[in-house]
């Protein structure tokens, strides 16, 4: 089989990757006590800074003016997915409410007889209707020829 004339100059891995050597990832930087429940009361009254606020701030807690902005942004990300799931928490035991009350009122609609409505009795058809309970256990629908009938 004949080889391809790209073949020898084909490189491995990413493009990029023999241009320059990697640089040294930054160690995570620990913050203290202080400084996290400074920036968290701050945070809990204002989501967002101006640069002049996050001046102010990094310098009263002898941090860098990029710490506090990275800081913000990493904790809006976090209070965003907290938000979330609380919602969706919150969606969820809607829907199970709902459910318990739908499923309640059906229980209750087995047991209880339809009030009369004075223009069904005078009507046969709304009457038939309006005594007609598809999901009762003693009704059995039959179709003979197309046509429906309750036994």
């Avoid at 089989?1 to 073949?7: D, E, G, V, Y």
């Avoid at 059906?106 to 709304?126: E, G, Y």
Wanted: overall charge positive.
């Amino acid at each position: 089989a004949a080889l391809s004339p790209f073949a020898a100059t084909r490189r491995i891995g990413h493009p990029y990757q023999n241009r320059t050597p990697p640089k040294r990832k930054k160690p995570r930087t620990s913050f203290s006590r202080v400084q996290i429940c400074e920036l968290e009361k701050r945070f809990h009254r204002q989501k967002y800074l101006a640069s002049a606020e996050r001046a102010t701030l990094a310098k009263a807690l002898k941090m860098t003016d990029a710490q506090v902005k990275t800081w913000f942004q990493n904790r809006r990300t976090k209070w965003r997915r907290q938000t979330a799931e609380e919602r969706e928490a919150e969606r969820q035991q809607a829907n199970r409410l709902m459910l318990h009350l739908q499923q309640e009122a059906f229980q209750k609609s087995l047991s209880q007889p339809l009030p009369q409505d004075p223009l069904c009795m005078h009507n046969s058809s709304l009457y038939a209707l309006q005594n007609l309970q598809p999901w009762a256990e003693d009704n059995k629908v039959t179709s003979v020829s197309g046509v429906a009938s309750v036994v």
